[in-house]
């Protein structure tokens, strides 16, 4: 993919991750295609990192994936005995106690959760593979604009492990438990057309098209009224949580906000 980030100088540019901000849009970019935009835990402090860095004004936050795939999943030299140097291996992992280890896979989520804040909308462009981790960060994305060639796959259990980082509640979101168990549990490959029947994706264009439609969908977010988008992300990601009363009463509280403050009586 072409970079469409590539007049601006980067906010961020460090460990295969690149953040540039256009006003009110920023594009977090995977930056290593070489290595297929493989992830390793200096990725992810680099992604939490670009999340702390947003300046106020952005509203729309665009993901994409340099190169032929969007993401490969872990760096494969996580797997080897010898690990990534600098960085804890596997083994060392499971050789920490029980808060250790769960504050080391909390560390790794911090990458994952930024995503879904009430102010911004992310889109997530994706190309090609998104395997695993990679799958797992574009779901952490509000919305999904795929290329036709798009593969996921939810590959962790296959390795003896379980998707960890933050992907299995969207997934769920999205395409309901049963599916979400059969793609988990087999680790097959969700093509184009099954990813926009089953809600995985929100459109899919060809690939040379990709760049074009994430952008005319950021203009379309960005057209309306930053505080509107923000009540109505909080009022839908609170929905399956509460009863249907429970979302009546948070969408007359909601709206009494917005026209209290189109009135110019907010607080």
Same mark, same amino acid.
């Given at each position: 993919?072409?970079?469409?980030?590539?007049?601006?100088?980067?906010?961020?540019?460090?460990?295969?991750?690149?953040?540039?901000?256009?006003? /009110?849009?920023?594009?977090?970019?995977?930056?290593? !295609?070489?290595? +297929?935009? %493989?992830?390793? !835990?200096?990725? #992810?402090?680099?992604?939490?990192? /670009?999340?702390?860095?947003?300046?106020?004004? *952005?509203?729309?936050?665009?993901?994409?994936?340099?190169?032929?795939?969007?993401?490969?999943?872990?760096?494969?030299?996580?797997?080897? !005995?010898?690990?990534?140097?600098?960085?804890?291996?596997?083994?060392?992992? /499971?050789?920490?106690?029980?808060?250790?280890?769960?504050?080391?896979?909390?560390?790794?989520?911090?990458?994952?959760? #930024?995503?879904?804040?009430?102010?911004?909308?992310?889109?997530? @462009?994706?190309?090609?593979?998104?395997?695993?981790?990679?799958?797992?960060?574009?779901?952490?994305?509000?919305?999904?604009? *795929? %290329?036709?060639?798009?593969?996921?796959?939810?590959?962790?259990?296959?390795?003896?492990?379980?998707?960890?980082?933050?992907?299995?509640?969207?997934?769920?979101?999205?395409?309901?438990?049963?599916?979400?168990?059969?793609?988990?549990?087999?680790?097959?490959?969700?093509? *184009? &057309?099954?990813?926009?029947?089953?809600?995985? =994706?929100?459109?899919?264009?060809?690939?040379?098209?990709?760049?074009?439609?994430?952008?005319?969908? %950021? %203009?379309?977010?960005?057209?309306?009224?930053?505080? /509107?988008?923000?009540?109505?992300?909080?009022?839908?990601?609170?929905? @399956?949580? +509460?009863?249907?009363? &429970?979302?009546?009463?948070?969408?007359? =509280?909601?709206?009494?906000?917005?026209? +209290?403050?189109?009135?110019?009586?907010?607080?």
């Amino acid at each position: 993919m072409a970079s469409p980030d590539q007049d601006l100088a980067p906010v961020l540019d460090k460990d295969g991750v690149r953040l540039t901000v256009d006003d /009110a849009l920023a594009t977090v970019t995977l930056a290593n !295609p070489a290595k +297929r935009n %493989a992830q390793s !835990p200096a990725l #992810w402090r680099a992604l939490a990192e /670009a999340g702390r860095l947003l300046p106020g004004s *952005v509203r729309v936050v665009v993901l994409r994936g340099e190169g032929r795939s969007f993401s490969a999943g872990l760096d494969r030299q996580m797997f080897t !005995p010898e690990g990534i140097p600098g960085e804890p291996t596997f083994i060392d992992l /499971a050789r920490r106690d029980d808060a250790g280890l769960d504050a080391n896979i909390a560390e790794f989520q911090e990458a994952f959760t #930024w995503w879904r804040r009430n102010d911004i909308v992310s889109v997530a @462009a994706v190309q090609g593979h998104a395997i695993g981790a990679g799958f797992q960060l574009a779901l952490a994305c509000d919305l999904r604009v *795929v %290329a036709d060639d798009v593969q996921f796959a939810m590959r962790e259990t296959s390795l003896g492990l379980v998707p960890d980082l933050t992907g299995t509640h969207p997934l769920v979101g999205l395409v309901g438990y049963a599916r979400a168990l059969e793609i988990c549990a087999t680790g097959r490959f969700v093509g *184009v &057309e099954e990813s926009v029947a089953s809600g995985l =994706a929100n459109i899919a264009v060809p690939g040379d098209q990709l760049d074009d439609a994430v952008r005319d969908l %950021a %203009a379309a977010l960005l057209a309306a009224p930053r505080d /509107a988008v923000a009540e109505t992300k909080a009022l839908l990601r609170g929905a @399956a949580d +509460r009863t249907y009363d &429970e979302q009546r009463a948070a969408e007359r =509280a909601a709206q009494a906000r917005r026209l +209290r403050d189109l009135a110019g009586l907010g607080e």
